[in-house]
């Protein structure tokens, strides 16, 4: 049977590392590319570079194996039967989408492709990006397939979901769809073919839709804890032995890499028009603000030294892109005394121990829900939106 060769371009990060990694694994001849010297450098001596359950020791052993390698050089990918690349659409800081970047940076892979690669794209792209791909490609090497495979993975677990969850190939040449479904069936159970418009969308609209039903958990939260009522408990009660609404999620700072930018990428395609979207991000980035104006109500805030416990963006992970704790300890910079922050996997000059913020701080918030914070002892009030410590919010 003759082993497949596959780089993947922008394969030290969240979302390429784990993919190689497992591509390896399963017997599949794989480098990983990356411009990031320092962590190539880390990955090549068997360490992860972020926080990825299970991921370590399938590191350890592709790299004794010899199926795995990661380098800075691009002229690796000459060598692939599949380049996959894991560059998405930007977001600018005007929060808009840059739907050129991606192809910006296929132009930087141009010396390196040739006619019979498969080219997959792997991130999230703006609508039609695949397409305008595809033609870019097509006029600078002739014979390179692009098609479009999204990730849609959950942060820190995603050497698990690669092998349960099926894979959608957006692909107009069939040739092209089966080669693809070929080489992520030595991973996933099945594939699910689409157009690469139907994929790309597919993609966006998962994000949205989260986004959208966290927008709604939080916009209920808001809603009754002015009332005086317990969200949780109202939630529990919805919730039980009735299936239509088991899914009614808990409130929470809905943040991290993709779920903003993704809304904001389908807002800008409907020309802004996307109601739902843009009443989500009102709703989710405003909860940060929510909260401050209740402690203002509650306590003498800006006497107060406020502790935030966590600053990842989710539970249980070392990743704090987008996450909303940094914007609420902006806000308490302004209106509380001062301001201090712990979490035991984000690594922050500015952190301090978790003994610290619970030795100084007057009140407490919990800006991620680590399973660390659940069970400890804290004299403090606590701000427990989540209701990880099944406390009340006390705002």
Known sequence: ??????????????????????????????????????VVDLVSTGVMPFTEECAEPVLKRVLASGDFTI???????????????????????HQNPNPRAVIDAIEDLIP?????????????????????????????VPGVSVVFCPERLAQGKAMTELHVLPQIVGADDDEAAARAEKLFMRLCPSVVRTTPEEAELAKLFTNAWRYIKFAAANQFFMMATDAGVDYENVRAAIAQDYPRASDIPGAGFAAGPCLLKDTLQLAAFEDNQFALGNASMTVNEGLPLYLVRRMQNTFDLENLTVGILGMAFKAETDDNRSSLAYKLRRILEFKSGDVIATDPFVNDDRLVSLEQVLSNADVLVIGAPHAAYRDIEIKQPVIDIWNLRNSGVLI
């Not at 497949?4 to 591509?23: D, I, K, Y």
């Not at 380098?71 to 800081?93: H, L, M, R, Y």
């Open 112 to 140: 390196y492709l040739k006619a019979g690669q498969l080219l997959v794209m792997r991130s999230t792209v703006y609508p039609g990006v695949t397409r305008s791909v595809g033609e870019h490609v097509a006029k600078r």
């Open 1 to 38: 049977v003759k082993r497949m060769r596959t780089v993947v371009v922008g394969g030290g990060g969240h979302v390429g590392l784990p993919l190689a990694l497992a591509l390896a694994d399963a017997g599949v001849p794989t480098a990983a590319y990356d411009i990031n010297a320092a």
């Open 71 to 93: 380098t800075t050089d691009p002229s690796v990918v000459a060598g692939a039967e599949f380049v996959i690349v894991v560059i998405g659409t930007p977001i600018d800081e």
